[in-house]
């Protein structure tokens, strides 16, 4: 598996002969260029992890594309997008994408709470060979192996990133969604999923416009 990092919660996934990128939102840069994608993948409407000014140029750049989502974000964009929901199993070549979740995290009582799909990517073996849980806390009930987990939100204490990220424990972890604090400030919330990571998990960071082989 490979792994690149274009910010925020976007990355690309390189698995089983696939191309899979997720969360091209308004936080992410340097995914604007890719082409020969299998699909994108938008967990949720959110504009950082769908960017609108930014969306139909990289589908016109990769034709090819399946377009796949939550539900709700299918029903706003043009024709074309699959929504995929929980317990829904697609095959895309030799990989195997299956549905999770369903919901976004509570942000606030007032504020609705809208669809959002957790994407497992793997086999029919091992479903779960990458984790993007978009704006969850979903508990996937097979084994994990590398879980992109949410570092920073409006939704979410450390706290409950640390009891996320044991409760999931995966053979490593790689910290999105923190595009929302100063470069400064990330050695707080890294360094604290690093400590209090479950022995045998690996915390990794990818920096931005950067890849890793998993």
Known sequence: MRIAHFGHSCILVELNGAKVLFDPGSFAHG???????DAIAVTHQHPDHIDPNRIEALIEANPGARLLSDPQTAQQRAEGWEPVSAGQVLELGDLQITGGGGRHAVIHPEIPVVDNTVFQLGTAADPAQLVHPGDSL???PV?????????VAPWMKIWDTVDYLRAV???TALPIHYGIIDPSAQGIYFGRLSEM?????????????????F
């Open 143 to 151: 084994p994990v192996g590398v879980l992109a987990i949410p570092a």
């Open 169 to 171: 424990n995966p053979r």
């Open 138 to 140: 979903w508990v996937p």
């Open 197 to 213: 990571a479950p022995a045998g998990t690996e915390f990794r960071v990818i920096q931005p416009e950067d890849q890793g082989q």
């Open 31 to 37: 995914f604007e260029g890719i082409t020969g994608l």
